[in-house]
């Protein structure tokens, strides 16, 4: 049995000087034929070897990768799906060849050589071999390399790359695959969200159509306005201040100065004289009981006079110019 290993020993031989004398044309229809039934091509060191060894009339977009989880390479596995869908769609568009490009994929544990070789010491790396004859030959035989520094890029941006060093060949679009349950979900949403709407409409009508309803909103957003909440969220002004006394301020100096609670006060005293102006034009005249009437007359009025001698005074003290003053807020 001792003539069993120098029987292999040949065999291999002859079967790499046989690779090694397969022109381009066979090599691309070979390689070409695999990718038909399974893109990319999952290579090793000698296929690799084989694939993008010179003279080839044909372009190679290879992916170094580590896909075993032992190496940890995140990037690898978010890629891969991404590489495999662009391939697949790449081939499935050119089943004839005629872009006359084979894609591929070399695991480091396939392809220690091949890593080594090319001194990677990441992970993943796109190389593309351009053609060294023929009518697309580049003028150098050297790979273009994409670097993943941005992260993992979605199939469609590596499409992008491809077709920028291929001109003049077909570049068949990236195909996702139709998502049925994001469909499924979406149409479940929405037929939820009719039927809701559907079930909720009679109940719901009345209280759009509600007059007090609008009048509440409408006087709560004309208090927000009037008071300065929109000014306070442009110029992103603070809450409070400490005075000169050590104290506590909550009227900023000046009418182009203003504190957050300083707003809030204001929006506060604006509602309690909207609220007293209601009541006088609207609740007051319901009211059967003349003595009951004149009472919430002075009541509110009362209400009125001192709330907004209060505001004055609050005007008065923001700017000691200021005019006007009412009792009993002198």
Same mark, same amino acid.
């Given at each position: 049995m001792r003539w069993l290993p120098a029987f292999l020993s040949a065999s291999l031989f002859a079967a790499g000087s046989f690779a090694a004398r397969k022109s381009s044309e066979e090599r691309f229809a070979e390689f070409h034929a695999k990718q038909?039934?399974?893109? +990319? #091509?999952?290579? !090793?060191?000698?296929? =690799? !070897?084989?694939?993008?060894?010179? @003279? &080839?009339? /044909?372009? $190679?977009?290879? $992916?170094?990768?580590?896909?075993? @989880?032992? /190496?940890?390479?995140?990037?690898?596995r978010e890629f891969q799906p991404? *590489?495999?869908?662009?391939?697949?769609? *790449?081939? !499935?568009g050119d089943k004839s060849g005629e872009s006359r490009v084979i894609f591929g994929s070399l695991d480091f544990s396939e392809g220690r050589e091949t890593f080594m070789g090319f001194g990677l010491q990441t992970a993943p790396v796109l190389f593309f071999f351009p053609p060294t004859i023929g009518p697309h030959a580049a003028a150098s035989p050297e790979p273009i390399r994409y670097d993943f520094t941005n992260g993992p890029v979605p199939a469609e941006v590596v499409h992008s790359w491809l077709v920028r060093h291929l001109d003049g060949r077909p570049h068949p679009p990236v195909k996702r695959p139709v998502d049925y349950l994001k469909w499924a979900v979406s149409f479940t949403m929405i037929t939820g969200s009719l039927t809701g709407v559907y079930v909720a409409w009679p109940y719901v009508v009345p209280v759009i159509q509600n007059r007090n309803v609008w009048a509440a909103f409408t006087l709560i957003a004309i208090l927000l306005f009037t008071s300065g909440h929109m000014y306070n969220q442009i110029r992103k002004v603070p809450y409070v201040a400490n005075n000169p006394r050590g104290g506590v301020s909550y009227f900023a100096a000046g009418f182009q100065n203003q504190y957050g609670l300083e707003t809030q006060i204001i929006a506060a005293l604006y509602g309690i004289l909207s609220f007293a102006v209601i009541s006088l034009a609207v609740k007051v005249p319901r009211i059967a009981d003349p003595k009951s009437q004149t009472i919430a007359v002075w009541a509110w009025s009362g209400v009125l006079l001192v709330v907004y001698s209060f505001l004055l005074s #609050? =005007? &008065?003290? !923001?700017?000691?110019? /200021? +005019?006007f003053y009412l009792p009993p807020f002198m």
């Open positions: 038909t039934s399974h893109a +990319p #091509i999952k290579l !090793k060191d000698s296929s =690799f !070897k084989s694939l993008t060894a010179p @003279p &080839r009339d /044909y372009s $190679v977009a290879v $992916v170094l990768t580590a896909l075993d @989880p032992r /190496y940890g390479c995140q990037l690898c991404e *590489w495999e869908l662009l391939s697949k769609s *790449w081939v !499935k #609050i =005007f &008065r003290l !923001k700017n000691a110019g /200021y +005019p």
